[in-house]
């Protein structure tokens, strides 16, 4: 994301920002990064942003006051999928965290993250990057690809032959990579890399599988190239 594009939006039910909260310290990071058009709306109004395509602008949602411990609500769902969104202030156990992945939100912030944290997540998410614990990226990955492997066997041949998409074994290998829940830092540290040639990695991996985002990536890779995962990883 450019920085002409940093733009949030914070959707709150509370009605006032109280000092030292977690909100107070959101909206200071958010300005101490340059991030422009900053402001509150009320929770009930997030109906009204499903029709808003401003893609490149981060909603974060406060779920101080929210559960969404078995699935994501079709309204948030669908907001996902028009713009990156940010579920802040969760209670342990408050939110399903694969649900909220499979769901396209790019991260959770605990309401126990310090300020350190919060700005590490912050600027990994403005980044392109998810934020999430590693072990649910790499476990819902796995469920999926273990999915896949038990259906292969129904998917006509033509629909999975990889070399339609001329990936290269370097971006195989960072899809590989990302499925396990590496970030681009450690990717480019593990390959020997910039972080700036892993993004130009990703970038051609999008445009060529017709991605999105990192979920829409795995999604396709774990459907059409499950095999090829496993085979370049080591590359």
Excluded at 112 to 139: C, H, M, N, Y
Excluded at 154 to 182: C, F
Aim: glycine letters at 2%; charged letters at 25%; proline letters at 2%.
């Amino acid at each position: 994301m450019g920085k002409a594009a940093r733009m949030a939006t914070i959707i709150t039910a509370q009605q006032t920002i109280k000092e030292q909260s977690n909100l107070y310290y959101l909206r200071s990071i958010l300005l101490m990064l340059d991030v422009e058009n900053v402001f509150l709306e009320n929770f009930e109004l997030i109906a009204e942003q499903v029709g808003c395509d401003a893609t490149e602008q981060v909603t974060f949602i406060d779920m101080a006051t929210v559960k969404w411990t078995e699935y994501i609500p079709q309204n948030i769902s669908t907001l996902a999928k028009k713009r990156p969104i940010v579920l802040m202030n969760v209670r342990d156990g408050a939110v399903s965290e694969r649900s909220a992945l499979l769901a396209g939100i790019k991260g959770i912030i605990y309401e126990t993250d310090k300020p350190d944290v919060q700005l590490k997540s912050i600027r990994a998410i403005f980044d392109g990057e998810l934020w999430f614990r590693r072990s649910i990226i790499s476990s819902t990955f796995s469920e999926l690809l273990s999915e896949h492997i038990q259906t292969k066997s129904t998917v006509p041949q033509a629909e999975i032959d990889e070399s339609t998409y001329n990936l290269t074994k370097r971006e195989k290998t960072i899809i590989k990579l990302i499925a396990e829940g590496a970030q681009n830092k450690e990717i480019a540290n593990k390959l020997h890399i910039s972080d700036h040639t892993v993004k130009t990695h990703l970038y051609s991996a999008f445009k060529k599988t017709k991605s999105r985002n990192r979920i829409e990536l795995l999604n396709w890779a774990r459907q059409f190239f499950p095999d090829a995962l496993t085979r370049y990883h080591t590359n």
